[in-house]
């Protein structure tokens, strides 16, 4: 008997699922939430040129640009994870719902943003919080990947796995905390420090690939 089977063995029997469900449930969520930020998308209704309407809520805009980069990045890591997967089970789908309840939040803490301008601290301290929670919750699933060996795919890149998970449980909520600290400082720097994370994470993550 191999060592697999002596492991699937010594597991409680649970029921298992194929990936297929989950990943278009999860995917339908990321599309959606990517659809409302557009439509946070307006200008008020003055009669002042589109230039004018534009220069003056240019926060509006600048908070889509941080959500969109904020959606995409955690699409990019999620979408890793679950490549890794070939069945899971409840705990598993358990753990994604926890993933996908933090971005459906995204769009209302950007809008925050959008709507109170950044110069407020406290709209960026709440973006901030919703990173934070939406990462821990990334990190969890990334663990419970890594440690249940029979729902991955024999050849998944174990590395990637444990990156994940450090980085999403240790670094990002570290992140975020200082975002936290700093919004009542300089709310600019702030975000700039979000947004400096979003572009590194993705860039490195496809150097490394």
Known sequence: M???AQQDRSLPARAHYGTERMNALSDGVFAIVLTLLVLELKLPERDES???LLADDWHVFLAWLISFLAIARFWLVHH???ADLRQCHNGTLALNFS??????LVPFSADIIGTERVAEPWSTVVFAVNIGVLSVAVGLLAR?????????????AAELLARSRTHHLYLLPAVTLVATVLAFVEPYASVGLLLAEFVAFG???GRRR
């Open 2 to 4: 191999t060592v697999e």
């Open 50 to 52: 589109i230039v004018a």
């Open 80 to 82: 890793s994870i679950t």
């Open 99 to 104: 993933v996908l309840g933090a971005v459906t």
């Open 144 to 156: 419970h990947a890594a440690r249940e060996a029979q729902l991955l795919h024999p050849d998944h």
């Open 203 to 205: 860039w490195l993550g």
